[in-house]
């Protein structure tokens, strides 16, 4: 089993429209939760971090889930711009504290 | 936001040559770089950590002697693949953590061997 799992997609939807991610993760001593986005061919950028108590930026809402072992993100309102791959990553702890990704999700908004 | 760049961008080279990939934090010094490779339509892969100073630790799978890291300054980290060939193709990303924790991501650099 993946470390970090996510639907691949992709999802199509219409401007206007409300999506959600969802992505689980196999170490339950996982420690901190985050959503990327990725454009084609860039580096990924930190959309924002996960926390227990669920937190929103604007269009976007983050919740996690301990007991289960998901992350979400939903996505109100979409924008042609919003179209990219979303990454969920996982840190594990330890001193290095590396992010371990999951494989995205491809997200086109249309017109 | 703090910024980290990498040299060079793009990277074409023949079968049997090895290619150096710098990483460097611009405005941070960076304890611990990570370098990623990712493949076409898939997730960013960790290969290895680094610490400055010190020898990096690399993920299982990933050939140590293949993939040379080098993290000799708080503001830079090399990645040396040698003798590459096509399999080794790919688009790989560095991440640079300064000291509060965040980690930034270089723009990564193309790789295309022929």
């Known amino acids: 089993r993946k470390e970090v799992e996510q639907d691949p997609g992709p999802f199509n939807v219409p401007e206007g429209a409300t999506v959600a991610f969802n992505c689980t993760y196999s170490n339950s001593a996982s420690q901190s939760f985050f959503w990327y986005r990725q454009d084609c061919r860039k580096e990924p950028k930190l959309l924002m971090s996960v926390y227990s108590s669920g937190n929103e930026d604007g269009r976007f809402t983050a919740q996690l889930n301990r007991a289960s072992q998901y992350i979400s993100l939903l996505i109100r309102d979409s924008k042609l711009s919003d179209s990219a791959t979303y990454l969920c990553?996982?840190?594990?702890?330890?001193?290095?504290?590396?992010?371990?990704f999951g494989s995205g999700t491809q997200l086109t908004v249309l017109p | 936001g703090a910024v980290v760049s990498q040299h060079p961008s793009w990277v074409i080279c023949k079968s049997g040559t090895s290619v150096k990939i710098e990483c460097r934090s611009l405005?941070?010094?960076?304890?611990?770089m990570f370098w990623y490779r990712q493949f076409p339509k898939q997730s960013l892969m960790l290969m290895a950590t680094s610490n400055e100073g010190s020898k990096a630790t690399y993920e299982q799978g990933v050939e140590k002697d293949k993939f040379l890291i080098n993290h000799a300054s708080l503001t830079l980290s090399t990645l040396t693949v040698t003798s590459a060939h096509p399999e080794d193709s790919s688009f790989y990303i560095c991440s640079a953590r300064e000291l509060a924790g965040t980690k930034y991501f270089g723009p990564g650099t193309r790789l295309l061997v022929l």
């Open positions: 405005d941070f010094q960076a304890t611990t």
């Open positions: 990553a996982v840190n594990k702890g330890g001193s290095a504290r590396q992010l371990t």
